[in-house]
């Protein structure tokens, strides 16, 4: 499979960078971090390295590595701990829905779409994550042999393999102890609070960028209502709190080599109590966007609904017997407000400095806000469309 990110490892030094800032990591460095690690092989010799850079959040480092056993590839994160404050209560989560997901995956293999879960690697003094002289907290997982990630859908197949991956995701993972969950970033897609958030950025002026962003703050504020719309639902006791990953993004689906087939969810930090909405507004959000995330030109930034139905059917189809009546009706408006919510959050992170999300150029966090609010508008055009398709596909399933 052409790509499959097997092929074309470097050696060179990595580098990353949190919001402004930007370090540099020697390969030696990574070399020592990966021995903290209680691996397969005692000796393991770090062969290549290579940073992946698509993760707005975390540091990522892919690393190849020989050892008695033979050659080994490991993901290497050091947990942005600016994000995740408590990281010792994410890696609990983490370890505990992967248990949990490997468990039911094994107890039903043939009727899951999802047939691999990601591992995560003890410290060889048995902790979850090593701590380094500066501090950093890093955490090893196994890269999950045989597999690819999309950064953009291309076609309905492999829309229709994601909704069944994290309908697949939902579903395994019902019946999970919810109460067991920490909740790693609170109220982290309540709207409404993302909202007040913006509005207090937006008066402190941090940054000094508040005159350039006026456009964008009138669009925030003329959608003010719609924030509050499932949190209502949710209230009057309509939406049911559920096990959710909450960053459902394309690239965080792993795709066989072999098959194409959807066989692994990953990126867990987020796992937490939420609405079922929450995942699928979001993926959509990330799918059915024509366009890069910060794409410059927003004549590009379209919504697919071609991608939207292929995704919905995989979805309902995987879902629905699980979803109330109005868990299904809410689904059209849950991409509107997703991706509103997200616009939300760089608009937020512009003004406030660029202190939470990571940047190459100074104004990714502005182009990004701009490609999600082009995309609410495509949204809202195509919302009867795409409400008429949910209706639609309910009577006659
Ligand atoms: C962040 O780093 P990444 O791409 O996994 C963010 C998500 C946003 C996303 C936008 C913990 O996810 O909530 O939707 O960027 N994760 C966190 O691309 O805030
Ligand atoms: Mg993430």
Redesign the pocket.
């Known amino acids: 499979m052409s790509f499959c990110f097997l092929g074309g490892l470097r050696a060179a030094p990595a580098h990353i960078a949190y919001g402004k800032e930007a370090i540099f990591i020697a390969t030696q460095e990574l070399h020592h971090l990966l021995r903290q690690f209680r691996l397969e092989d005692d000796d393991a010799e770090m062969l290549t390295q290579r940073e992946l850079t698509?993760?707005?959040?975390?540091s990522t480092y892919f690393l190849e590595a020989k050892g008695a056993s033979g050659t080994r590839r490991y993901i290497l994160q050091k947990i942005n701990t600016f994000?995740?404050e408590n990281p010792a209560e994410l890696m609990e989560n983490i370890v505990r829905v992967t248990n949990f997901l490997r468990e039911r995956i094994a107890a039903q293999k043939s009727s899951s779409q999802l047939t691999k879960a990601m591992q995560v690697y003890p410290t060889r003094g048995g902790k979850w994550f090593f701590v380094d002289e500066a501090g950093g907290c890093w955490r090893c997982y196994n890269f999950v042999e045989n597999t690819y990630s999309l950064q953009a859908a291309g076609n309905n197949i492999a829309a229709t393999q994601a909704a069944r991956a994290f309908g697949d995701f939902q579903r395994l993972l019902d019946g999970f102890p919810i109460g067991q969950l920490h909740e790693t970033?609170p109220n982290?897609h309540h709207t409404k609070k993302r909202y007040d958030a913006l509005e207090e950025a937006i008066a402190a002026n941090t940054a000094g960028r508040k005159a350039a962003v006026g456009p964008e703050i009138a669009f925030a504020r003329a959608r003010k209502n719609d924030a509050s719309r499932l949190l209502e639902l949710q209230a009057a006791g309509q939406l049911p709190l559920r096990v959710t990953h909450?960053?459902t993004?394309l690239?965080?689906v792993l795709f066989d080599c072999g098959t194409d087939e959807a066989v692994c969810v990953v990126?867990l930090?987020?796992v937490m109590p939420g609405l079922s909405l929450y995942d699928f507004g979001?993926s959509l959000r990330?799918l059915g966007n024509t366009a890069a995330?910060d794409e410059r030109d927003l004549r590009k930034v379209r919504f697919s609904m071609p991608l939207f139905r292929a995704y919905t059917q995989g979805y309902l189809k995987t879902a629905a017997a699980a979803l109330t009546p109005q868990e299904v009706r809410q689904l059209p408006f849950s991409v509107k407000l997703m991706t509103y919510e997200?616009g939300m959050?760089f608009l937020t992170d512009y003004l406030n400095g660029d202190v939470?999300?990571r940047i190459r150029r100074p104004d990714d966090n502005l182009a990004?806000c701009r490609t999600q609010f082009r995309l609410v508008e495509e949204i809202e055009a195509q919302l009867p469309a795409m409400e008429e398709f949910v209706e639609d596909f309910l009577k006659k399933p």
Not at 54 to 58: F, K, L, V
Request: aromatic share 20%; proline share 0%.
């Open positions: 698509e993760g707005h959040i975390n994000v995740f970033i982290f909450n960053d993004k690239n965080n990126d930090d987020t979001d990330f995330e997200c959050r939470y999300f990004r």
